[in-house]
């Protein structure tokens, strides 16, 4: 699978920006590195985009997660590209992406 680029939905930079904001109520400095964390891990999907995890929740093998300490960062694979779909906490149940 040739993956070239990554786009993000609005919804989930809305989700990035509300956890760091969260985060950054008790630490800039962590909410920093978290966000950091989050967008290295976004840009190594290209690499190897079916390394995340298929979701049970979708019946469509393109829509996958990775996760980073308790939060799921779920993509979907489009043709060429890879769509970051929403950055969520695992332990809440999956929104409609």
């Known amino acids: 699978m040739d993956?070239?680029?990554i786009r993000w939905a609005p919804?989930?930079?809305a989700d990035l920006e509300d956890v760091c904001e969260f985060?950054?109520?008790d630490?800039?400095?962590y909410?920093?590195?978290f966000a950091k964390r989050i967008i290295a891990i976004v840009e190594s999907i290209p690499d190897f985009p079916l390394a995340?995890?298929?979701l049970s929740e979708y019946e469509d093998k393109n829509i996958r997660e990775r996760?980073?300490?308790?939060?799921r960062i779920v993509y979907r694979l489009k043709d060429g590209y890879v769509e970051?779909?929403?950055?969520?906490?695992?332990a809440k149940p999956l929104k409609d992406i």
């Not at 996760?67 to 939060?71: A, D, G």
């Not at 970051?84 to 695992?90: D, P, R, V």
């Open 67 to 71: 996760i980073f300490k308790n939060y």
């Open 23 to 25: 985060i950054s109520r």
């Open 84 to 90: 970051i779909a929403a950055i969520c906490n695992s």
């Open 27 to 29: 630490s800039e400095y």
């Open 11 to 13: 919804g989930a930079i």
């Open 3 to 5: 993956i070239k680029r």
């Open 52 to 54: 995340g995890r298929a």
């Open 31 to 33: 909410a920093a590195l």
